[in-house]
């Protein structure tokens, strides 16, 4: 078994084991704060993320380092922590070789390729609609001030509609 100390999460570092995580996207997220880029971190805390077509990075997030994580429980991989590196290695090589669509085949697809791999909790339907719910109600924001990054643009924004929409 690992220790814990080789599980702990270290934002000034930007380490995250074990961790699926999330970054806001300069105005897709002011508008719907749910949405967002996501990334998975191996056993290690390198944060792999399908960026771009054709390419997945390495400790180089597409929009900024991440905002939320969810880190994830390795008594609940099949093939245990080397099987989780093979996963999300996998799923990375695989998705180095795919045009990035934002709505069908994106970053939430190449992190669910990897869970349904490493058949996280004994399951193989992971997919991006999932993967959104779970970083919602289960991810955890890296610093206090990192709620006010997803939510407040998106405030700000309402309360003009509202504005307008009441002079007019």
């Known amino acids: 078994m690992m220790p814990i100390t080789d599980r702990e999460i270290s934002p000034e570092n930007n380490r995250y084991p074990f961790c699926i995580v999330w970054t806001p996207i ?20 390198v ?13 180089d997030m ?12 390795p008594e609940h991989m099949e093939a245990g922590y080397d099987g989780f590196d093979q996963a999300v290695q996998e799923a990375s090589d695989e998705y180095k070789t795919r045009m990035h669509n934002l709505i ?25 609609v999932k993967l959104a719910w779970c970083m919602l109600t ?29 002079f007019f």
């Not at 949405?35 to 056993?43: F, L």
């Not at 597409?62 to 429980?73: D, E, H, S």
């Not at 069908?104 to 991006?128: F, G, I, T």
Request: glycine residues 8%.
């Open 104 to 128: 069908c085949d994106n970053c939430h697809s190449h992190v669910a390729l990897a869970l349904n791999k490493m058949r996280y909790q004994d399951r193989e339907d992971w997919n991006m």
């Open 138 to 166: 289960k991810g955890s924001f890296v610093r206090n001030t990192d709620f006010l990054s997803q939510y407040v643009p998106f405030i700000i924004i309402l309360i003009i509609f509202i504005a307008i929409a009441c």
């Open 47 to 59: 944060i792999r993320d399908f960026a771009g077509s054709y390419y997945v990075a390495e400790d």
């Open 62 to 73: 597409g929009f900024g380092w991440p905002t939320r994580y969810w880190q994830l429980a």
């Open 26 to 45: 300069p105005c897709l997220t002011w508008f719907f704060p749910f949405i967002g880029h996501m990334g998975i971190a191996n056993s290690r805390g």
